[in-house]
Each structure stands twice: as C-alpha cells, then as structure tokens.
C-alpha cells in the first residue's frame, strides 16, 4: 500500500509541476510581450507595424550622474533652414544604445569636451531628404551628453523614441573611428520633432528650452484638449522626461510639416 500511495504522489507532483511550469512560462511570454507593445506604444507603431524593427540595448543612465550642462545658442533656426542645412532629413525610431565616448581621449582633447558623446543606432521609417549619395536604413546617431554630464532639460535618448530630424553628416575621426555613417542633429536641441499620437492622427511635438521654429506657427495646434493628450502621452510613456524637466511647448499634426515640406521641395 505504501508503495502505491507513493506512485501516485509523485505522478501527482509531476503533474503539479508540468502546470507550475505551464503558468511559469506564460507569465515570462507574457510579461515580454507587455514590454514589446510598451515599445510600440513608445514609437506609435500602430503605423509604423509593417517595419521590421529589431531592438537592443537601452541607455542605463539617461541624466548624467555627475552634473548638469548648460548650452548657448547665438542664433534662431526656422525648421526651413535647418531642413536645407541637412544633408539627411528623416522619420527615425532609436533601436540601440551602443555607448559613449572612450575617455581615453580626454587627457589629448580635453578642451574639446568630447567624452560627453553617446551613440545610437537608428532606424529609418522615411526619408524626406537625402543628399548622401547612399541608400540608408540604419545610420548611428551621435548625441551630445553622456553618462556623466547631460544637458538642462535634455536627457540621453532611450530605445523606442521616434523623431522627425534634420541631420548632417559627421566623419571627426577623433568621434567615428568605431563607426560608419554617423549623423548630428543640426543645431542640436534646437530643432528636434518628438512624435506623439492622438486618436488616429500623428503629432509632432517641440520642445522649449530654446527657440520655436518660427516659420511653422501657422500650424501649431490650436486645441488646448489635444495639446494635452499628446504631451500627457509623450510624459507617460518616458517618465525621464518629467523628471529631466523637459516642457513641450508646440505641438504640430504631421500631416501639415509634411505638406510644408513638399512645398520647400518644390521651391
């Protein structure tokens, strides 16, 4: 009897066990997925699904642990000028922290500050403008600020973030010697689109730490409802943003700097 009872203890703690195992690995599939459709909500993939977008690492620190920088900009940039100072202008997503610069080069370059660099691998969803010479649809993006210093209200961009951008192209040995096809933002902060999405449209938003473009006021948003929700979801979806004070300012349908844009071309 003891023999029996004990066969069919352990076939019932096998069977207990395949179960545990069963719920164990639902959980974990589905706790990847719920961390997939957050990336997908962070970049409104509900238009962007039909590309095929792989993710790597995330930025581990995205405000410098060490302290804060201040920038100065001499002049206003209209989103016209920068559009025709870029060499590359382009609906990208961030798929990948790569790291910053080694800080080897500080002892010979210190006065050029150059170890506050980071760099990420981009993806393009589309071009707008292309004056490279090359079909491209992943370039690395260099990004002012690292682990250790970032600027006033600009943290490190994180894996997911989609933007509209003005780039130009950067081969400083001294910055690219470990990668090819790099890009800058043209004057930087000063003239990042930051997506967002509102019911079944696309939005554009801008920061205002510094200037707005000053050209496409004309196509600010004027509904206070859907300035709020479209910033509201660009801070639930990067709670970084709140903490790193970043304050968006203007906020533009898609539709309408694509249309402008058309418009520049054809001039």
């Not at 009872?5 to 069977?15: F, R």
């Not at 210190?110 to 491209?136: D, G, P, S």
């Not at 973030?161 to 990668?179: K, M, N, Q």
Request: glycine share 2%; with cysteine; aromatic share 14%.
């Amino acid at each position: 009897m003891k023999s029996e009872k004990s066969k069919k203890i352990s076939v019932n703690q096998i069977i207990a066990m395949t179960c545990f195992v069963a719920v164990f690995n639902m959980i974990i599939f589905s706790g990847c997925s719920s961390i997939d459709d957050e990336r997908q909500l962070n970049n409104s993939n509900r238009f962007i699904s039909q590309y095929d977008i792989s993710y790597g690492q995330d930025a581990p620190i995205r405000i410098g642990g060490s302290g804060t920088m201040y920038a100065s900009f001499y002049s206003v940039h209209t989103f016209e000028m920068a559009y025709e100072e870029a060499d590359l202008v382009a609906d990208i997503v961030i798929t990948e922290w790569l790291g910053e610069l080694d800080d080897s080069h500080i002892d010979r370059y210190e006065e050029m500050a150059i170890e506050e660099t980071t760099y990420f691998k981009v993806k393009i969803l589309k071009e707008y403008k292309n004056n490279t010479r090359e079909e491209l649809d992943e370039f690395i993006l260099i990004q002012s600020g690292n682990s250790e210093f970032t600027y006033f209200q600009y943290p490190l961009f994180k894996v997911g973030d989609r933007f509209l951008l003005c780039l130009s192209t950067f081969d400083d040995e001294i910055f690219t010697s470990s990668y090819e096809n790099c890009f800058v933002i043209v004057a930087s902060q000063l003239t990042e689109l930051q997506f967002a999405e509102d019911s079944d449209e696309i939005y554009l938003l801008k920061r205002n730490r510094h200037e707005n473009f000053t050209d496409l006021n004309q196509f600010e948003e004027k509904d206070s409802n859907i300035y709020s929700r479209t910033v509201d979801s660009a801070y639930r979806n990067d709670e970084i943003l709140s903490e790193a004070e970043v304050v968006f300012q203007s906020v533009y349908l898609l539709d309408d700097i694509e249309q402008y844009i058309e418009r520049m071309d054809e001039k």
